[in-house]
């Protein structure tokens, strides 16, 4: 990938600690995701990768440290404006986390409705194009629970991007697809990178996806409860001195 | 058919001891325990020598009885040796031994009275924590919501209005007619005594009006409204969808708590009204068949003697039954976990909340009222 510019730092985390209740989650995080990155957040199943990506997009607040977006803390500025801030992101969940009451268009157009003037035919016209761009045209009226899960996610990326955001969140995209889709949806990922200029993060440990379009890593070990390694995911394989980074990336069962 | 008793045989050999396996292991013949063993081993004893040479058939019930053995002696600093056991056999051992990177300690669960009893008062001490900023939360949406500032579907507001008000007219009308023939009933018993069958009239009119059918409408929304909105909530929580809906910047609150909050709100009154219609339809029935009491008699008395202010007593509950029953489901909902068990959970204790709620307003309301002499 290009990367001839210097590019900014989008997302700055600043010695971040992560709790659930008295359940220490990870500490000590500090690390930059920059400009147009494809930052890949990885680790062995229950290290916390999800965790810091709800912290990450402002859904739980951290136990200490502090998330930049464009130098600014999320969490000190005044909750309208954060709300404003928040609007960068576009998130995947897991599960698609598509309101399942509503069809498709609903969906992608309820961002829309809430945030823009435009008159129903143009948020049509733009529901179309968001569900063409994810390969989807032709299933608006369609309801959650009646495609598939590989098209689920891509249905929630749809409405992740409904309002262009600088910033997309993955949470385990490929988790539960087959690896033709897992593909098709990492192709679509560094298409939507290159071509709406976004920011990419994403939480995976599917090694396929992390060296065909991660260009920047952190790996969080579920033991030492922090990060152990950052950096361009072939770098930590070629470089990395870590034992455990070494075993994940090469997928070999500890001895 | 001959049943071969799972079986081994075991000498001492000086410190070592042998154990020969015989026959065919499998858990139709049982399995032996393995510390059974370990009661007829001398002391001094520090190898262990498994002997698979007259093994028969075998399946896993073999492999647990040698992993017993197995740990055991390794407790004991023994050497354990395994002698033409199947290679199956010590492939499936290996397999089970093979320890983990690290065992993380499961929590354990409270096991003394006091433990239990600080466990639980942590437990409350939240979940009423939890609903206090619930209140403060919803108070603060229903401003947003006056001022016209709230994000909620109209669409969604009407399916709701729709599946509160008209699909429950059913069942109110069964549970009404029958509540205003039950009080019938058992006021006839009474009043025929004394001749005053007509003031049958009296009482069903008065305990609907002021009571029952707010009450028993408060109460069937709470087991079928409340609950199917705890229910709604909490999958929705364990599909990520209201994560989904925080991260647009969508408040959960106004998007999802408002609009159920206002359909109960201006359904339980209109249903209230045509429980009081129902449960003194009721009574007429009773009435007319059983004492001698004309239509016309019954609808008299009723007109003559329950006054315009029970009805509006009546009214006023609902709607407070409307909002804690409303608040009750989905607070439970919104605050359920990320599992179908808790789901289940949260619908119970929508119901059990509910009516808790709705028995703890009425009496409030009951004690205002006698205060106030209304």
Known sequence: ????????????????????????????????????????????SGCGKSTLLKHLIGLYMPAKGQILLDRQDIWTVPPSQREALLRHFGVTYQAGALISSMTLAENIAMPLEMYTQLSTGEIADLVELKLSLVGLAGFQEYYPSEISGGMLKRASLARAIALDPDVLFFDEPSAGLD??????????????NESLCATIVVVTHELASIFAIGNNAIFLDAKSKTMIANGHPRDLLDNSTDQRVQRFLRRQASE | MTKTISQFSCHANGRQFQIDLLGSWDKENGVPQALSVFAKIPAGTNKLLVSGEQLGAWDSSLVSFLLQIHLEAERRHWQVEYQRVPQGVGQLLQLALAVPESRVPHQEPPHTFAENLGFQSIVIWRVVNDFISFIGELTAASGRFWRGQARYRKVDFWWLVQDAGPHSLPIVTLISLLIGMILAFVGAVQLERFGASIFVANLVG??????????????????RTGAAYAAQLGSMQVNEEIDGLKTM?????????????????????????????????????????????????????????????????GLVKSVLFAVVVAMSGCFTGLRSARSATAVGQATTSAVVLGIVLIIVTDSLVTIATTILDI
């Open chain 1, 1 to 44: 990938m290009p990367t001839s510019k210097r590019r900014k730092a989008k997302i700055q985390v600043r010695d971040l600690t992560m709790r659930y209740g008295d359940k220490l989650i990870q500490q000590n995080l500090n690390f930059d995701i920059l400009e147009r990155d494809v930052f890949i957040i990885m680790g062995g």
């Open chain 2, 249 to 313: 910047g969508v408040s959960p609150m106004e998007f999802l708590v408002i609009p159920r909050m206002l359909a109960l709100v201006l359904m339980m009154p209109l249903l209230t009204i045509y429980a009081n219609l129902m449960g003194m339809l009721g009574g007429a029935i009773v009435s007319i068949t059983m004492l001698d009491v004309s239509w016309s008699q019954f609808v008299g008395q009723l007109v003559g003697s329950v006054s315009l202010k029970h009805f509006v007593i």
């Open chain 1, 179 to 192: 690896p033709i889709s897992s593909r098709r949806l990492d192709d679509l990922i560094l298409q939507l």
């Open chain 2, 206 to 223: 008065l305990a609907m009006a002021r009571e029952m059918s707010s009450m028993m409408t408060a109460i069937i929304m709470a087991g």
